[in-house]
């Protein structure tokens, strides 16, 4: 080990864990889809109103 070299990185397993991760949860696709359709809706509804008041800004100055 030289003064310039790179330091040596030590893998540590958290205790309990036995080496191997269990896998992510799934969801069912109906839930998925309900979500997705959340944010799908909740970007229209931003949209909307950002253009609702570009709308009112520009109308109220005429």
Do not use: C, H, K, N
């Not at 998925?32 to 709308?55: K, Q, S």
């Amino acid at each position: 080990m030289g003064l310039l070299s790179p330091p040596r990185l030590i893998l540590v397993t958290p205790v309990g864990w036995g080496g191997a991760a269990a896998p992510p949860p799934t969801y069912p696709r109906r839930v998925e889809w309900f979500f997705t359709g959340l944010i799908g809706l909740a970007a229209l509804l931003t949209l909307w109103f950002a253009g609702y008041v570009v709308y009112r800004l520009y109308s109220d100055q005429r």
